[in-house]
């Protein structure tokens, strides 16, 4: 729920690069065209709808062509070190015959379905999607989405492609290599994507309220800022580059780095939990809430009660010295 | 270390003048401080990779057995279907390749603490300036215990993935029994969550099926509210719970498991022996905590009964919960400490660390607990705060997704 909704508002506020939230509609390629910052990837498919999820909110999408063959020649330009993920659905526009194939790319042993490039052109060859439930390689919930991701070699073709090994991918939270806006989480034999009520609930996703990664109080799907940085959601704001004139008192590296097992090393959130870099003022402002507060149905609103005002504002300054911002103040670290 | 060694180090943490008043006159090192850290765990890992997050200066030899770390986080989702082990199977090259740390695959025979070297299975004998301990546990013996027959699935891998295949075997109305040691043990909820689980994968698949919790402690060690009800009302009549059976021996071809209250037989058993720290804490003289854990300084996790030595993860006695998330917390405080220790400055006086489990209940809820824990400067051990610790008032869907969330972010900060 929360994902379908997060990148269809990165879209709507993106613009610039054409992104396609609807489940079967195609980009044109025109306004698909490369430019210095992208690079093609290209290849043949039976008839497919091709699309791309990408780190930074977007979601790029193309048709392979027609051409009077069964292998249908498909070009997609994505942003350069951009990481991607690559997805192929065949029937797309039947509901009831559509095959969802998750892609990994694999170089040198190593494999992914999160990839970068820095380069110009990848060709993936022919890829032998299936058209049909029947001849599925296995799909074992029937949400007609591969149970595991269909590995696509590169070693030859693309030398300036990096798989990523890095070992969570905030767009899989269960590291199965099925993107979470395919998987089908309440098992009514349809893909989260596709999907009106992911959680099954009763309640349409447009409406329902139900997650709220940032524990702000606010459901995702009303949340513009899942984050709470200040930017909405899918946003790229680049974290300050320190206040040296912050001085962080003795310990104060030890306690910060006690959030990262939860909050990402150096606050560097690999997934849906709020990252700290670049949110000094609020560190110092909401554990100072979470200290005080009654709620005790959260995890946070525990952990802020096992940290002293001084310990607080030690790592807020961390922060803050680390990244910029004021570790001080109730500003977002961002703001400026 | 040698002085000279010594004073290019401080000099090379920028702390020479600040932390003992010596010139800053730039000699070539002769030799860098080293440290080893045994055992690639949650507590080890963590440990070797903020040890050269932290500092350059030091060069830092990992040794581990194996080469791929198979994590008991998550392990028990492997029993109900929820996830295989290739997804929670991690390996060394990121430490190696972007924080430079050495690894080494091999057993670690021995550690001679005057000499200050640790010799490997290999052959190999390396020396060292600080060392590094975390092996996780060992269980204990029980008589007529054969492991490869009857798992305990407590250290993840082949042992998680035999005792899934025996579930997925199992006759409908067959018996699932379990059996908990009296604790310390790994992870305080892990066996009530594993109880779970398994008994909602029965539910769904094995009509009939009952799952027995032969427990050794007088009740549940942790989240008693959140196991209690699942028992008694999310799995009334498949989970039985009995509080005070003590395994006293096990019969592993037939499958019994004879308790201080009586014989249980099962169509599949799950034995969780006795623990105790790794044998090397053993060899090496440091099980001086009621003869199982090593007894450490909480301040730099240094052993209190050999120098330059540090423990740290399940094998250490502070009496934290041996648990991963907690593992990474006192690896911090270790790499912290240690590298004050190289420069000649004492460790930082006032660690806090924290714990955090999520415990999943059936395929898509999950519970957690939590705490944090304060040096006391009285006692001078790790105490709970009381205010921080608690459990989720109640299993959600939301708690079943966030658990992926910390765990991946978990295993980043170890691993990666
Ligand atoms: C089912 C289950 C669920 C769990 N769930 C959670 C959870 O939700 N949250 C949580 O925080 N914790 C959890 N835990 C507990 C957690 O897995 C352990 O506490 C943690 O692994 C301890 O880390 P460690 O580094 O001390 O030991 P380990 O992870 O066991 O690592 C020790 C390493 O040392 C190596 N080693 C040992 N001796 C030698 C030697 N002589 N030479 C070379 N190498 C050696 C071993 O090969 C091993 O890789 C769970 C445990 C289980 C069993």
């Given at each position: ?336 | ?24 006159i730039v000699t070539a090192a002769t030799t860098r401080p080293h440290v080893i850290v045994i055992g690639g765990g949650f507590a080890g890992a963590t440990a070797a990779k903020y040890l050269r997050h932290w500092s350059t200066a030091v060069d830092v030899t990992l040794i581990e057995a194996n080469a791929n770390y198979n994590s008991c986080i998550l392990s028990n989702l492997v029993l109900n279907n929820q996830m295989n082990m290739s997804q929670i199977t991690f390996n060394y090259n990121v430490l190696a390749q972007k924080y430079g740390i050495r690894v080494i695959n091999d057993w670690v025979n ?286 959600s869907r939301q708690n079943y997704q966030r658990m992926f969330d910390w765990a991946n972010n978990l295993f980043a900060d170890t691993f990666a």
């Open positions: 729920m929360n994902i379908k909704i997060r990148l269809a508002l990165a879209s709507m506020l993106g613009g610039m690069l054409v992104a396609c939230g609807g489940g079967g509609a195609s980009t044109s390629s025109g306004e698909n065209a490369v430019t210095a910052m992208t690079y093609s990837i290209s290849g043949s498919v039976p008839g497919t709808l091709i699309e791309a999820f990408c780190s930074n909110g977007q979601i790029y999408s193309t048709q392979s062509e027609h051409n009077g063959t069964a292998q249908h020649p498909f070009t997609l330009n994505l942003p350069r070190n951009v990481k991607c993920r690559l997805v192929m659905t065949t029937n797309e526009n039947d509901f009831a015959n559509r095959v969802v194939t998750p892609i990994r790319l694999t170089k040198n042993g190593a494999g992914s379905i999160a990839f970068t490039s820095t380069g110009s052109a990848v060709s993936l060859g022919y890829i032998d999607l299936k058209t049909n439930r029947s001849a599925m390689r296995a799909d074992a919930n029937q949400d007609g989405v591969e149970d595991s991701a269909l590995a696509v070699d590169i070693s030859l073709s693309a030398s300036d492609v990096g798989v990523d090994t890095a070992f969570a991918d905030p767009m899989d939270v269960d590291r199965d290599g099925i993107i979470d806006t395919y998987e089908d989480d309440d098992g009514d034999r349809v893909p989260n994507r596709h999907d009106d009520d992911d959680d099954g609930d009763g309640i349409p996703d447009l409406a329902d309220n139900d997650f709220d990664s940032d524990y702000d109080g606010t459901g995702d799907d009303e949340d513009s800022d899942d984050d709470n940085d200040g930017h909405y959601d899918g946003d790229s704001t680049q974290i300050g580059g320190g206040n040296s004139s912050v001085i962080v008192p003795d310990g104060g590296r030890l306690l910060a780095a006690q959030c990262f097992q939860c909050h990402g090393t150096e606050g560097r959130s690999v997934s849906r939990i709020e990252g700290l870099a670049g949110e000094a003022g609020e560190i110092a402002s909401e554990m100072r809430e979470m200290k005080y507060s009654t709620n005790l149905n959260d995890i946070m609103h525990h952990q802020a009660k096992g940290y002293t005002e001084s310990e607080i504002d030690a790592i807020a300054a961390y922060f803050a010295n680390k990244y910029g911002g004021v570790a001080g103040g109730g500003h977002d670290g961002d703001d400026d | 270390m040698n002085p000279t060694t010594r004073r290019q180090f401080l000099k090379s943490l920028g702390l020479a003048t600040l932390a003992t008043g010596f010139p800053a021995g550690v001679d603490g005057n000499n200050q070297t640790v010799s490997l299975r290999g052959g190999t004998t390396l020396a060292y300036d600080r060392l590094i301990i975390a092996p996780g546990v060992q269980f204990l013996p029980v008589t007529g215990l054969d492991s490869n027959v009857i798992p305990h699935a407590w250290k993840a891998g082949v042992q998680t993935t035999l005792l899934q295949q025996q579930l997925a075997a199992m006759p409908n109305n067959g018996k699932f029994v379990m059996t908990i040691p009296a604790k310390p043990y790994r992870c305080p909820p892990g066996p009530y969550e594993r109880a779970c689980v398994v008994a909602d994968y029965l539910k769904r698949n094995k009509p009939g099926a009952t799952v027995t919790v032969l427990d050794a402690n007088a009740d549940i060690v942790a989240e008693r509210e959140t196991f209690n009800h699942a028992f008694t009302v999310t799995y009334a009549g498949i989970v039985n719970y009995v509080p005070n059976a003590v395994l006293t021996a096990v019969d592993s071809a037939r499958k019994i498991a004879h308790t201080s209250l009586g014989d249980y037989t099962a169509d599949v058993l799950n034995v969780i022996p006795p623990q105790s720290a790794g044998e090397i804490i053993h060899s090496t003289g440091l099980a001086n905590v009621g003869g199982h854990w090593a007894g450490v300084n909480p301040l730099s996790y240094e052993s209190t009964a050999v120098a330059n030595i540090h423990v740290i993860g399940d094998s250490q006695g502070t009496g934290q919960p041996k648990a991963g998330h907690i593992a990474n917390a006192e690896a911090k405080v270790c790499a912290d400490a240690i590298l004050r220790l190289l420069g000649g400055n004492p460790p930082f006086a006032a660690p806090v660390t924290n714990s955090a489990c999520y415990s999943p209940i059936s395929a898509t809820t999950a519970s957690w607990l939590t705490a944090a824990f304060a040096y006391d400067t009285v006692s001078r051990t790790m105490k709970i705060v009381p205010e921080s610790s608690g459990e989720a008032s109640a299993p």
